[in-house]
């Protein structure tokens, strides 16, 4: 009773640095999205996936990128990090646009 | 922009007690969603709203959204510490895959 699964559950980077939050759903959902949650602000997209080989930018997608090579997972890449980057990062699945989203239990990034 | 304002941010209230928290935007909303969110969770989905004026109940907890689709109010009766908890309203971008979020309304129900 996987659901969506992200790893790591913790990170702390320094700036600068790389890396990859991984995000895995095991529903076979076609839609799947990343959000960033900051104290005061809510949940925000970052990027988001309609199927295999399709992605879009969200609300705030600068400094990140996603790819979507299989239905199961959906990757969120920082490619230099900034500390405006610290925050908890949630992806959330659905079966079609019209379903409520499943999302997974967050990666709590910390970046120095 | 489609914004989502709730309110109160922050409430904290005795076992038994009623509460209403709102969530209200000036734009008009195909469905909204409300959640609740424990600390080291992710988003749990609670109920959507559909309809303008639908009400909906799960068990002590009353959804209502508005007849013109730009709010929604969840009411919580006899509340207790299994309450606890920041509840999050949501409304779809065009799609339920590109959800905008309000910033949470953060219960504290104490025994």
């Known amino acids: 009773n996987a659901g969506v699964t992200q790893t790591p559950k913790f990170q702390v980077l320094k700036t600068g640095q790389s890396m990859t939050l991984q995000c895995a759903q095991d529903?076979?959902?076609?839609?799947m999205s990343w959000y960033r949650q900051d104290p005061g602000m809510g949940l925000r997209l970052i990027h988001y996936s309609v199927g295999a080989g399709i992605t879009d930018q969200g609300e705030v997608p600068n400094g990140y990128n996603v790819s979507r090579s299989t239905t199961e997972d959906f990757p969120l890449r920082l490619l230099s990090a900034a500390p405006s980057q610290t925050s908890v990062y949630f992806c959330?699945?659905?079966?079609?646009?019209?379903?409520?989203?499943?999302f997974g239990d967050g990666t709590r990034l910390s970046i120095l | 922009t489609q914004l989502l304002e709730q309110s109160p941010q922050f409430l904290s209230i005795q076992e038994g007690e009623n509460l209403t928290v709102y969530c209200n935007s000036s734009s008009v909303f195909s469905s909204l969603q409300w959640y609740r969110q424990e600390p080291g969770e992710g988003p749990v989905l609670l109920v959507t709203v559909v309809t303008g004026g639908e009400v909906k109940k799960l068990k002590r907890l009353t959804f209502q959204f508005g007849d013109a689709r730009k709010d929604s109010s969840l009411h919580i009766t006899a509340a207790q510490p299994g309450d606890t908890g920041l509840y999050l309203c949501a409304g779809p971008r065009g799609s339920n895959y590109k959800l905008t979020f309000g910033k949470g309304t953060l219960l504290t129900v104490n025994p």
């Open positions: 529903m076979n959902h076609e839609y």
């Open positions: 959330a699945s659905s079966a079609d646009s019209s379903q409520p989203q499943h």
